[in-house]
């Protein structure tokens, strides 16, 4: 149904990259999508956030190859489906690519239409309280797709 799914948050070193890899751990090779991520003002070239990434790492899911790259106009053209982590990234994409917002969803659209909060810089609780946020939107998702 989705050929390439991306998902978006600021930096592209927390968020999104968690939710790619979660994502893409569910679906396993059954999945058959191309899932990626970006960030509207990404830290292009850096690897996940080391807390992001351990917590991943505690829940089975490999995370280690993860680039940050930019979002642009091009990536939210050829996406099928695009998850973001908050309504104001909703709104700038958009702008950015108004014939994409009919692809363009919260990550917790199934559930409550909540923002995910950015937990960068934080103490790991709020790393672990995001991460279960992302994981109910992933597992939200995953009906369908």
């Not at 108004?98 to 990550?107: D, H, I, N, W, Y």
């Not at 909060?117 to 597992?139: C, M, T």
Request: proline residues 4%; glycine residues 8%.
């Amino acid at each position: 149904m989705f050929e390439r799914i991306l998902i978006v948050c600021v930096g592209n070193i927390c968020r999104s990259p968690t939710a790619e890899y979660l994502l893409r751990h569910r679906l396993g090779d059954a999945g058959g999508a191309q899932i990626s991520s970006a960030g509207l003002g990404a830290m292009a070239g850096y690897p996940m956030d080391s807390t992001s990434l351990a917590l991943l790492r505690e829940h089975g899911v490999d995370g280690e190859a993860h680039r940050a790259q930019q979002l642009d106009s091009a990536l939210l053209r050829q996406s099928d489906l695009i998850l973001a982590m908050e309504k104001i990234h909703v709104a700038a994409m958009v702008r950015m690519a108004p014939e994409a917002s009919g692809k363009v969803f919260l990550l917790d659209r199934w559930l409550d239409g909540r923002d995910i909060p950015d937990p960068y810089r934080q103490q790991r609780p709020a790393y672990e309280h995001v991460y279960g946020l992302i994981e109910q939107g992933v597992n939200s998702w995953l009906r369908y797709l």
